[in-house]
């Protein structure tokens, strides 16, 4: 990554993180403060889901091309997807214990997301079952892409079908934005900040890959 | 401490950006040793 871009990515979150923790909101519902869990915990749950996608882009590349860098990439992205669906997961139970009375309570979010993260910690587990390095590869991508195919149902889908006490999404069911334009703005550079933290940790990942690769040929 | 305890977000906000720096510096020495790796 160019050293412009990262120098503008600490500033862009260092940015994000002020306005978010130190600028006025207004009022949304009765959450007062804690409704600033939206710049931080949205954004999480948004990369991991980008980066589950991308894992499904990954195997399916190497079940093209059959190079067995695709399926390092396909790794890195889960783990950075796993990573960043347990931020989401806490940082949503503390926010519950404040706002619902107890860390967990199996509202349809919080079992969506756990779902997810069993789907994607099986999907190590069988990385590490498998001694072979092209049968590794071969498995783990084919359950990526079977995995992956899964995380629009998690993400999208099961929880607006099922009664929920989760706030609206940002686009909820009647198809709008409904949410104060300075916070929208927050929230949207924050989105963007996150995303470009995972473009960075993708690639310091996939050039540690390359490395054992050249290493171990 | 009358200042912290009335204004509990900057408290947050300076944990926040220790934090984010950390993770921040963290990530640009692991970049700056593999860009020394791959050179070699």
Not at chain 1, 97 to 117: C, H, M, Y
Request: charged share 15%.
């Amino acid at each position: 990554m160019d050293k412009f871009l990262k120098y503008g990515l600490f500033l862009w979150l260092t940015a994000v993180i002020c306005f978010a923790i130190a600028a006025p909101i207004p009022a949304v519902g009765s959450m007062g403060e804690r409704a600033r869990i939206l710049y931080f915990h949205v954004p999480t749950a948004w990369v991991s889901t980008v980066a589950f996608v991308m894992a499904l882009v990954y195997g399916a590349q190497y079940i093209r091309k059959r190079d067995i860098l695709y399926d390092y990439k396909a790794a890195a992205s889960a783990a950075l997807g796993l990573i960043f669906a347990v931020l989401a997961t806490v940082t949503g139970a503390i926010w519950a214990k404040f706002e619902w009375g107890a860390f967990w309570n199996w509202d349809p979010r919080q079992t969506s997301i756990f779902v997810l993260i069993l789907v994607y910690g099986a999907y190590f587990a069988l990385r590490s079952a498998v001694e072979s390095e092209e049968q590794r590869a071969k498995l783990s991508s084919v359950y990526s892409i079977l995995a992956g195919i899964t995380v629009p149902f998690f993400v999208f889908i099961f929880p607006r079908i099922v009664d929920s006490l989760h706030p609206d999404p940002i686009v909820n069911s009647s198809g709008k934005v409904k949410m104060d334009t300075n916070m929208l703005i927050v929230f949207l550079s924050s989105l963007a900040g996150f995303t470009g933290l995972y473009a960075w940790m993708l690639n310091l990942r996939i050039r540690i890959a390359k490395l054992n690769l050249k290493e171990s040929r | 401490m009358d200042f912290l305890t009335q204004n509990q977000n900057f408290v947050v906000l300076g944990v926040t950006l220790i934090l984010w720096l950390g993770v921040f510096l963290y990530m640009l020495s692991l970049d700056k040793k593999l860009k020394n790796i791959e050179k070699e």
